[in-house]
């Protein structure tokens, strides 16, 4: 159990575009999901937390206008990267837990993004 | 907020060998340090985690040290093997907010 997907798994746009990422729990309801970034040869480095029917949390240095975070449903996160320029191109993992005081987090695959 | 440190950031050891991570952190009130490898392109993988209210924990080859005092845990791996080459991951989890903080990573090379 405990599996989390993504998709697309990589992506290509044209800059000035917009790109929507999904995020999905396939077999557990995820109270909350996490959206981070990883550069090349970097960390993960969370943009945001996004709690199931509420706005999104967004990490200092975040655009909340660049990076739109939707939790609809339980197992369902969207994130929409706007406008989106060659220095957004990264790669954009979400990750889904079970909420409140659980610490395990559920990662999915990973999208890469690239702008051309 | 949480801070994590992690060192070193590349590590070469002969098959055979052990390895040792070690990551520090900033906030008290983290409770829960799990510790992930992750290979080129592919998802974080969690390869063991540690609570606040324990201070070692075993799996076959791999181990994990906490001190809560001095703000610091560890990640052993003993009898190291090509294919534990990956990035290793440290993280701190803040129970208020429910985040995982990560370290900066630390590149493991096993050569044969």
């Known amino acids: 159990g405990a599996v989390v997907s993504q998709h697309p798994s990589w992506v290509i746009c044209k800059s000035g575009t917009s790109v929507k990422i999904e995020c999905r729990s396939l077999d557990f309801q995820a109270t909350t999901m996490f959206w981070y970034r990883q550069f090349p040869k970097q960390s993960l480095m969370l943009m945001a937390t996004?709690?199931?029917?509420?706005?999104?949390?967004?990490e200092q240095g975040v655009e909340k206008d660049k990076f739109l975070i939707n939790h609809a449903s339980l197992t369902l996160s969207t994130l929409t990267v706007t406008s989106a320029h060659p220095e957004d191109s990264s790669f954009y993992i979400c990750?889904?837990?079970?909420?409140?005081?659980?610490?395990?987090?559920?990662f999915g695959p990973g999208t890469r993004l690239t702008v051309t | 907020g949480e801070n994590v440190e992690q060192h070193p950031s590349t590590l070469s050891v002969q098959e055979g060998d052990s390895a040792v991570i070690k990551c520090t952190y900033s906030?008290?009130?983290?409770?829960?340090f799990p510790w992930y490898k992750q290979e080129l392109g592919k998802r974080p993988q969690l390869i063991i985690d540690?609570?606040?209210?324990?201070g070692e924990k075993k799996d076959q080859r791999i181990a994990v040290t906490l001190n809560k005092t001095a703000k610091h845990f560890s990640l052993h791996i003993t009898e190291t093997q090509p294919e534990d080459s990956a990035v290793y991951f440290c993280?701190?989890?803040?129970?208020?907010?429910?985040?995982?903080?990560f370290g900066t990573g630390t590149r493991l090379q096993v050569f044969p």
């Open positions: 996004s709690n199931e029917g509420s706005k999104a949390t967004y």
């Open positions: 993280a701190g989890f803040v129970v208020d907010t429910d985040k995982l903080i």
């Open positions: 906030d008290s009130a983290s409770n829960y």
């Open positions: 540690i609570r606040s209210n324990v």
């Open positions: 990750s889904a837990s079970r909420g409140q005081g659980s610490y395990e987090q559920y």
